[in-house]
């Protein structure tokens, strides 16, 4: 018997424990409400020809060179800790973007890019990101009120839980905030004296 050993195969419980290292996924995701119908320009030292423009629907944006007079449709695919994973369309083209967002300066945040990989016929979430989210090629801030308020290209950390350097390993607890508003339905009791005064109104919905 050889002791000291052990095949992944026949451990059913550390496949799983493998699985659980990154930490909180959103699949499908939103971006961050403050984003949604808002278009933001890229700044390095100055400002760039490039911008982001994010969709009502939460879950698709636009980008643009304003060199070029074509736009591309990118969609939320899956936000991991602080880790934006875009979908280039319905392709086979996925990016990731690590995040600095802070939820008190709502229309500003700083990514790192560069990262660009090719996932054939993916439809779910990416339980390993170790092998797509590298330590960025290059960081950004987008504003969507003019020249950022921070020209600090910080991003604490770039690389998810559970992956080793190069980079700096974020935590588990790390996310992006979302910074939505909560709605709540007001509860109506209606007052048993005036009833039926209200039946057979044709009630109004605002679109």
């Not at 979908?87 to 990262?115: A, K, M, Q, T, W």
Request: net charge positive; aromatic share 14%.
């Amino acid at each position: 018997m050889v002791t000291g050993q052990f095949s992944p195969l026949t451990l059913p419980w550390y496949r799983f424990m493998v699985s659980v290292t990154i930490g909180m996924t959103e699949f499908p995701c939103q971006f961050p409400c403050p984003w949604h119908n808002k278009t933001f320009d890229f700044y390095s030292s100055v400002k760039t020809t490039f911008t982001w423009r994010f969709n009502a629907d939460g879950q698709t944006l636009f980008w643009r060179d304003s060199r070029d007079i074509s736009q591309y449709i990118r969609k939320c695919h899956q936000i991991t800790e602080r880790f934006l994973i875009l979908r280039d369309g319905d392709s086979h083209n996925f990016r990731c973007y690590p995040i600095y967002y802070n939820p008190e300066i709502p229309l500003e945040f700083v990514i790192g890019g560069g990262n660009f990989f090719h996932s054939i016929n993916q439809t779910g979430e990416f339980t390993d990101l170790c092998e797509f989210c590298k330590e960025p090629r290059y960081k950004r801030i987008l504003s969507a009120t003019g020249p950022p308020s921070n020209s600090t290209l910080s991003l604490d950390c770039t690389r998810p839980s559970g992956c080793s350097p190069p980079g700096k390993v974020c935590n588990t607890s790390d996310t992006i905030p979302k910074a939505c508003p909560t709605t709540a339905t007001p509860t109506i009791t209606a007052d048993p004296k005036t009833k039926k005064s209200h039946c057979g109104k044709k009630k109004h919905t605002r679109q």
